[in-house]
């Protein structure tokens, strides 16, 4: 495996790729190797060598950092500025079974975003520039560093969430905001998932600015401690803010709530605490042979899609952004993964199947199918950047 | 004068075969081919330009689109993509062999949803349409161009439309969640939906603020949001830019990210008082407008947060609205000042370049130097904490020589912009205005990328040519041949 440390060696690696027709296989630390399809290739390139942050304005709410970058460093950083990243990046290595660090590329290349997402956007609204290197060795670069841009064809957005099939991104500049001074959540307990969702759709559409926005069914909630107390399922919205207006607001919303039941108010330790487990997905129950699907659709369909895989094959599920993201663990057979992608489809929904045993996602779809013409206009868009398709060859779609 | 791809003889020659197959798709009110009827497509809001198109056709429904779209491509037609013609960077300026395709019959809202807080509109509709259309019920849609009584969700689309709050609720990418389009083929895509974030390419992302260059948009899906409890602004004026640059840093740094963090220099003042009579300070270097939200509590709460930042800075005056009325008073001036500036300016040229805001202080004091080397006068108002700068440039459009200079100072402080490590446009779009200075953001090798996705979409470079990309030196350069080389 090579290890560039710059940018120059990491394009010269791609173009010789380019050069003698070979596929590469693209990562970072690997924290992400068991998502998506496994990439067969006879180069591989790591970019956890592009290490370090490139730049830091706090005022001017930007950082820069090289992709291999670990993500906590980058994390750290911003804390002790009081900012942070705004869609709550999720560390998903306990449910990958990962143990090395995840970097700052692949949070962008896989466009991860957490319970914030509702709210405040996903990790690609927020990447202002990249530095790339295509499939042909050239380095290319996009937006820049500051926060409105709209010189050129957006390929910023285009990049993130292309999983390294496009290009190899070796620097990238996100937005940040301030850290909020505080946070609370209300936590209802004992609702149905429909119920839960009205309760949340009134949440996030009352003017106090819910930043998270979940439901956990009674089995997920017990995995929990900071909620299992409450018993049964939990309805979970948080507000974060300076400290009087999470008071308030906090508050305003309980009352306004209260035709869903007296909810209890989770602090501001028991708040962090509670939203990085939903974060990283920890209160799915999960077996070791199990495949989890994320499946986004409209939030008033979640309950219909989380009772519909519940019904077909037992599946476990909690909800988040309201109802939209859909947490499923499940058998790893073609027959919950068909049930998955039916449901979805119907709902006129998307999924990411995010981890399965090889053999099923070697043998399937990890990612919904596109219409023809989407199909063949990405073709023609993978070529324009790899043509010679040598860049993580069947890791998104197989024989792409 | 700017330059355009060469007509297509052979499409000039056809003119009545291709305005007889354009009448067989659509109702004979929709197609225009007469000269008088024509002319007022010839230009958009970058008005010194200006070309009148070959017909102009005015589709009803996606599947109008389509047939259109086929039809363009089947007979190697040239289309440009309109909507309320706002654009000032030229977005919509027409070439005398291209077809326009006006969107503003499908002007239709389709559905509207607020548990799932979304709404499904037709490319025609107004911005602030689909907030007049949500308001009863106390939803906005966010972005809010200044433009927003005009122009288009399509067009925000098309160029990726920012506006006064976007500091707090992003521009239009970030308030979209599907599209409907018709790629130059004919064929519909679907991209994105009533849900967040595709699982494959990011096409919805690729596709706002791609300038018409690679489909036609026909219906979109926008995020509609809770408004807040209420909001309220505050007037500060300093007597130098530094001083005022460095609050705005101040601001940021403390935690608040106000609403809106509007900055205005001392032209801007003078010009926007005496239009509006806002009661702004004409001593003043320069003027922040500061807004925030919530209920009143809160307003007071961040207010005064923000004014104990502001005192550190010695401002010569503060002005604290007490009411929504002056509030409205505070930005009355603010959301005049294009038609401010018009007044005491025969003409003016709106730039839209983005820097760091660190770089505010160097950049406008250059911006005043090259003014006064140049003779021309410059007002600035901009987005103070996004580092969007809107310098007006005057100029008289009847004197050629003095147009000429406004272009090459407008050009120079863009310039300016991309070298403190900004760029050329933060929400005008590069249109036809900024298209020759695309090399100097990006190197051929970057550009080239560029225009093999546009390629990938558009493989005969029918949509909207001229426009983006510095021409080649000639148009067949832009053909397929591209996306193998």
Redesign the interface.
């Known amino acids: 495996m090579l290890l560039p440390t710059t940018e120059a060696d990491l394009a010269q690696a791609i173009t010789a790729a380019h050069e003698a027709a070979e596929p590469v296989r693209i990562s970072g630390h690997d924290s992400k190797a068991a998502m998506l399809r496994p990439v067969q290739a006879a180069r591989s390139v790591s970019t956890a060598a592009l290490s370090g942050v490139t730049l830091y304005s706090p005022s001017e709410l930007i950082f820069s950092a090289q992709s291999g970058t670990p993500l906590a460093e980058i994390e750290a950083m911003l804390a002790a500025k009081d900012q942070h990243l705004i869609a709550e990046p999720p560390d998903y290595s306990a449910l990958l079974g990962a143990t090395t660090p995840q970097t700052l590329g692949g949070v962008v290349a896989c466009n991860l975003s957490g319970p914030r997402r509702v709210a405040w956007g996903a990790t690609r609204d927020h990447v202002m520039g990249v530095r790339a290197v295509n499939g042909m060795g050239e380095v290319i670069r996009s937006g820049g560093r500051v926060l409105k841009n709209v010189t050129g064809l957006d390929l910023c957005k285009l990049l993130t969430g292309s999983h390294g099939t496009l290009a190899v991104m070796s620097e990238i500049t996100l937005k940040v905001l301030p850290m909020p001074e505080r946070r609370a959540t209300l936590a209802f307990g004992g609702l149905d998932p429909q119920r839960a969702v009205a309760a949340l759709s009134a949440a996030l559409g009352s003017p106090y600015a819910v930043s998270g926005a979940a439901y956990l069914p009674a089995e997920a909630a017990s995995r929990l401690p900071v909620v299992s107390w409450l018993g049964g399922s939990v309805t979970l919205a948080r507000i974060e803010d300076f400290a009087p207006s999470v008071a308030y607001r906090i508050d305003r919303l309980r009352a306004e709530l209260a035709e869903y039941g007296a909810a209890e108010i989770l602090d501001d330790g028991a708040s962090r605490s509670l939203w990085s487990s939903v974060r990283d997905a920890t209160p799915l129950a999960v077996q070791a042979d199990d495949a989890v699907w994320r499946i986004s659709v409209r939030p008033s369909a979640g309950p219909r899609v989380a009772r519909a895989l519940e019904a077909a094959f037992g599946a476990q599920y909690f909800l988040d952004w309201g109802g939209g993201l859909v947490w499923i663990a499940g058998p790893a057979t073609s027959a919950a993964h068909d049930a998955v992608s039916a449901i979805a489809r119907k709902e006129g929904g998307t999924w990411i199947l995010l981890r399965a045993p090889d053999a099923l996602r070697t043998a399937c779809d990890v990612i919904p199918p596109e219409s023809a013409a989407l199909a063949r206009i990405g073709l023609r868009v993978k070529q324009a950047f790899d043509p010679k398709s040598i860049l993580n060859p069947g890791r998104m779609r197989a024989g792409v | 004068m700017i330059t355009q791809y060469a007509p297509k003889p052979d499409v000039l020659a056809r003119r009545a075969e291709i305005l007889q197959g354009l009448r067989a798709l659509l109702p004979a009110d929709s197609v225009i081919g007469d000269e008088l009827r024509l002319k007022p497509y010839e230009t958009d809001g970058l008005t010194a330009y200006r070309q009148v198109p070959l017909a102009v056709v005015l589709p009803s429904t996606t599947e109008e689109v389509a047939a259109l779209m086929a039809f363009c491509h089947r007979e190697g037609v040239r289309v440009i993509p309109r909507g309320a013609g706002t654009s000032l960077s030229g977005g919509a300026l027409p070439m005398a062999d291209a077809v326009v395709l006006g969107m503003m019959k499908m002007n239709r809202i389709l559905e509207i949803?607020?548990?799932?807080?979304?709404a499904v509109v037709q490319p025609g509709v107004t911005n602030i349409g689909i907030t007049n259309a949500v308001s009863a019920n106390?939803?906005f849609y966010a972005p809010d161009p200044s433009s927003q009584l005009a122009c288009m969700i399509g067009g925000n689309v098309m160029?990726?439309s920012?506006g006064a709050h976007?500091?707090r609720y992003?521009?239009t990418?970030?308030n979209l969640l599907g599209l409907k389009l018709v790629?130059i083929?004919g064929?519909?895509?679907?991209?994105g939906?009533?849900?967040?974030?595709?699982?494959?390419?990011?096409?919805?992302?690729?596709l706002?603020?791609?300038e018409g260059?690679?489909a036609i948009v026909t219906e979109v899906t926008v995020r509609i949001l809770?408004?807040?409890?209420g909001q309220r602004a505050m007037l500060a004026a300093f007597d130098a830019i530094d001083v005022a640059g460095a609050c705005v840093?101040?601001i940021?740094?403390?935690?608040?990210?106000p609403v809106a963090l509007e900055f205005m220099d001392k032209p801007c003042i003078h010009a926007c008082e005496a239009f509006a009579h806002a009661n702004y300070p004409l001593d003043a270097e320069a003027m922040l407008i500061i807004e925030v939200e919530?209920?009143v509590?809160?307003q007071d709460?961040?207010l005064a947060r923000i004014r104990d930042i502001c005192n550190r800075f010695n401002p010569i005056s503060m002005r604290v609205s007490a009411s929504a009325e002056e509030s409205l008073a505070i930005w009355k001036g603010r959301k005049g000042a294009f038609g401010a500036v018009g007044r005491i300016s025969p003409d003016y040229l709106c730039m839209d370049g983005?820097?760091?805001?660190?770089q505010l202080p160097f950049v406008l004091r250059r911006i005043g130097e090259m003014s006064a080397q140049c003779g021309l006068a410059v007002a600035n108002v901009f987005?103070a904490?996004?580092?969007?700068l809107h310098p007006l440039i005057m100029f008289d459009a009847n004197d050629p020589a003095s147009f000429h200079a406004a272009e090459t100072f407008g050009a120079d402080i863009l310039k300016l912009c991309v070298e403190v490590?900004?760029?050329?446009?933060?929400?005008?779009?590069?249109g036809v205005e900024?298209r020759d200075l695309?090399n100097v953001?990006?190197n051929e090798?970057?550009?080239d990328?560029?225009r093999?996705?546009?390629?990938?979409?558009d493989?005969d470079w029918l949509l909207n040519p001229s426009k983006?990309f510095p021409l080649k030196n000639s148009a067949n350069t832009a053909t397929p041949a591209m996306?193998?080389e």
């Open positions: 949803d607020y548990a799932d807080r979304l106390q939803f160029m990726n920012g976007c500091l992003g521009v990418a970030n790629t083929e064929e519909i895509l679907e991209v939906g009533s849900y967040c974030d595709s699982s494959g390419y990011d096409w919805l992302g690729l706002t603020g791609s260059q690679l809770r408004s807040p409890e840093d101040a940021i740094a403390s935690g608040i990210i919530g209920s509590a809160e709460d961040l983005t820097i760091p805001t660190s987005h904490g996004d580092g969007n490590g900004g760029c050329l446009t933060g929400e005008h779009g590069v900024k695309m953001q990006f090798t970057e550009l990328q560029q093999r996705v546009k390629s990938a979409f493989p983006v996306a193998a």
